[in-house]
């Protein structure tokens, strides 16, 4: 996003020269009709984080649903408690 906004304000001061294939990392744009959606409050950072997932795996298919986001969640807490410093170094 930050490199898209640059190159606008860049093209809004005249600068023509500079390109959007100057991008320093690749970026996806995925439409929200292809993402499963939340019903439920509470779930929005799992699904994104989901979905960063999906995205950096190279996944075509975003096939998780609501139902099992408890499980995700437990999954994401779990990987994130076993990487942490504290567990690792003892």
């Known amino acids: 996003m930050l ?3 640059d190159f606008h304000g860049r093209r809004r001061r005249g600068d023509m020269t500079y390109t959007l294939q100057n991008k320093p990392f690749p970026l996806n744009i995925v439409s929200r009709d292809r993402v499963p959606q939340q019903d ?7 699904h994104t984080l989901r979905l960063i997932e999906y995205l950096a795996a190279n996944r075509d298919t975003f096939d998780w649903s609501e139902n099992e986001m408890g499980t995700i969640r437990e999954k994401m807490a779990v990987e994130v408690f076993c990487n942490s410093k504290d567990w690792t170094s003892s």
Do not use: Q
């Open 3 to 5: 490199h898209a906004l």
């Open 40 to 46: 439920r409050g509470g779930n929005c950072g799992a």
